[in-house]
């Protein structure tokens, strides 16, 4: 069974239009984040969602706004698109024991590309 | 801020040579947690160790291992013997732990290990 699941893996948009990205997790976790991976390779934060609770929210256009239904699925919502959108955004999931914060497990991933 | 440097951008070895991965990281935390994470031509993000601040033990894991020193802020990774398949880009992470909950990962910029057959 997959454990963290993202849809659509590859997405193909013009300039200007909205799209989405979803994300599930069967693990169980409270957490869960999007990372943004760039050309180059670079990860960044973008979000982190703790039982619905947005916690973590980086300097990142407000034409991306995610959303937390419940606490297995986190997904984001991306405005009016630009080119320098195109990126790979991961979907990633963890959880917090007594006071331990345990590692992040990602989804395959979703490579965007605007034209 | 935290910041973590993978000062490698690529390393190209042959089957069976060990590779080492050097990690340096700052931050001003006294807990925190170290990650590694492996990135093969697949695209997909794999965890491969998380190291607490206060455990300096060193690691192995099959052909894998990791040496945290506090000292010198460094988590480096070594394969020994490499494979082929262990041809990827490897991340190091640092985690932010201020929040309540959750962790705010900051990433490496990543080191490419070409294995050659």
């Known amino acids: 069974d997959t454990a963290v699941s993202q849809t659509p893996k590859y997405l193909v948009t013009q300039m200007g239009n909205d799209k989405s990205i979803k994300c599930e997790q069967n693990l169980g976790h409270d957490t869960m984040y999007w990372y943004k991976q760039d050309s180059k390779k670079f990860l960044k934060i973008m979000f982190s969602y703790n039982n619905k609770e947005l916690i973590i929210n980086e300097t990142v256009p407000n034409r991306f706004s995610p959303k937390s239904p419940d606490k297995a699925h986190l997904n984001l919502h991306i405005n009016s698109l630009e080119l320098g959108d195109s990126a790979v955004y991961f979907c990633?999931?963890?959880?917090?024991?007594?006071?331990?914060?345990?590692?992040?497990?990602f989804g395959p991933g979703t490579r965007l590309t605007v034209t | 801020a935290q910041k973590v440097t993978q000062a490698q951008t690529e390393i190209s070895v042959v089957e069976k040579e060990d590779v080492t991965l050097d990690c340096v990281y700052e931050?001003?935390?006294?807990?925190?947690?170290l990650f590694w994470y492996k990135q093969p031509p697949s695209g997909e993000l794999v965890f491969l160790i998380r190291r607490n601040s206060f455990d300096e033990q060193n690691e192995i894991s099959g052909r894998y291992s990791w040496n945290f020193q506090k000292s010198t802020s460094s988590f480096n990774f070594t394969i020994t013997a490499s494979q082929v398949v262990d041809s990827a880009v490897y991340f190091c992470?640092?985690?932010?732990?201020?929040?309540?909950?959750?962790?705010?990962?900051?990433f490496g910029g990543g080191t490419r290990v070409l294995v050659k057959p």
């Open positions: 931050t001003r935390d006294t807990t925190y947690y």
């Open positions: 992470a640092l985690s932010d732990p201020i929040k309540a909950a959750g962790n705010k990962l900051t």
């Open positions: 990633a999931s963890s959880r917090r024991l007594a006071g331990v914060e345990y590692e992040q497990y």
